[in-house]
């Protein structure tokens, strides 16, 4: 079901691809206005099918580096290579291209509050000009990975908060990215539904897909017991392969 980052744009950078890692800062620097650090001199390597957790309390660089990995920001200095494709000086007309080979996941779910469940996950599908044969077969799949295929006809405001979520990650899902990053996912849920989405993507991660999970819950990662980057007013100052929350 999934596909390579190696397809599409990533495939034809080949002078640029490093086949051991999805995810290279080499030496990023991001300044925001008024000398404001979002990272600096930050270089960190993750390898296919590893699940790390990237913590630090608020203002330490943590949503920075989740936006540079998607583009949403660009760098100063430095360069960022995903899975093979260096992004440093992506062009505006690839990013959409990128962003359909990364699953994404905020504390916003911002779902269509008039489409139903299948319709918000099958929106993305449609965007990318997949063909309607395709989207009935592919997103009940989806919804049934998270565990909502019998709230397929529902809508947003028809589900819980948690569930929502799972949807968000049904979607994020849809173009079988290698690669899934997911900002605070749990910022908006109760403990209860927090351990439930950090599951869920536990067995995304077992399929074979890169997880990158920025947080601040101190439980969730200690829970994990996977490698753990620690930020700091934009510097790294501990990678642990098996750690906790040091903050």
């Known amino acids: ?3 390579p980052l190696s397809t599409g744009p990533f495939a ?13 800062f080499q030496h990023v620097t991001k300044i925001y206005q008024k000398k404001n650090v979002g990272l600096e001199d930050v270089s960190i390597h993750i390898e296919p099918g590893e699940f790390v957790s990237v913590v630090g309390q608020s203002g330490s660089g943590k949503t920075t580096l989740a936006k540079l990995i998607i583009a949403e920001e660009r760098v100063d200095k430095g360069r960022i290579i995903i899975g ?19 699953g994404v996941v905020f504390q916003d779910f911002k779902l269509l509050p008039k489409k139903s469940l299948f319709e918000n996950v099958a929106f993305a599908l449609e965007v990318a000009g997949q063909s309607t044969r395709s989207i009935r077969t592919v997103v009940p799949q989806l919804l049934k990975i998270v565990g ?13 908060g948690g569930e929502q979520q799972r949807v968000v990650i049904a979607r994020a899902l849809a173009h079988r990215p290698k690669l899934l990053v997911a900002d605070e996912p749990t910022g908006n849920l109760d403990t209860i539904n927090a351990q439930e989405i950090i599951s869920l993507l536990k067995k995304i991660n077992e399929f074979g897909t890169t997880v990158v999970l920025v947080t601040h819950n101190r439980e969730i990662v200690n829970m994990l017991r996977k490698r753990v980057i620690t930020l700091d007013h934009g510097h790294v100052i501990a990678d642990q392969r098996s750690g906790k929350y040091l903050l």
């Open 148 to 160: 909502l295929e019998q709230k397929i006809d529902r809508y947003p405001d028809q589900v819980s």
């Open 12 to 24: 034809t950078t080949v002078g640029n691809r490093d086949e051991s890692t999805v995810v290279t």
């Open 84 to 102: 093979g494709w260096d992004i440093t000086h992506i062009k505006h007309h690839e990013v959409p291209t990128l962003r359909r080979q990364i």
């Open 1 to 3: 079901m999934r596909r």
